[in-house]
């Protein structure tokens, strides 16, 4: 079982990005998906999560910005983010958690330039 990530990059201030995180195995439907971001010098923090019934939850400081959603057909959650800051420049994981079980992608490096 393995998690990949795409997406990210580099983008201006204002601007858009969308990640998306396909995770291996059978039990994705059941899983709950987070989104995570650590910027250097700084502890890995909650971005956003999603349960196996679609509930979702976020940081304060990206909600209304960033949204997260899942295909469970395509075992694939994404994260939309918009309106983009210099303040979110970080690497972002995607986690799966099931049963008992946490599983980290690769992450991938968001840049944001003022």
């Known amino acids: 079982v393995q998690l990949v990530q795409s997406g990210g990059g580099l983008v201006q201030a204002g601007g858009s990005l969308r990640l998306s995180c396909i995770a291996s195995?059978?039990?994705?439907?059941?899983?709950?998906m987070g989104w995570y971001r650590q910027a250097p010098g700084n502890q890995r923090e909650l971005v956003a999560r999603i349960t196996s019934g679609g509930s979702t939850n976020y940081a304060d400081s990206v909600k209304g910005r960033f949204t997260i959603s899942r295909d469970n057909a395509k075992n694939t959650v994404y994260l939309q983010m918009n309106s983009l800051k210099p303040e979110d420049t970080a690497v972002y994981y995607c986690?799966?958690?099931?049963?008992?079980?946490?599983?980290w992608g690769q992450g991938t490096q968001v840049t944001v330039s003022s």
């Open positions: 986690l799966q958690s099931v049963v008992g079980t946490d599983l």
């Open positions: 195995g059978s039990r994705f439907s059941i899983s709950v």
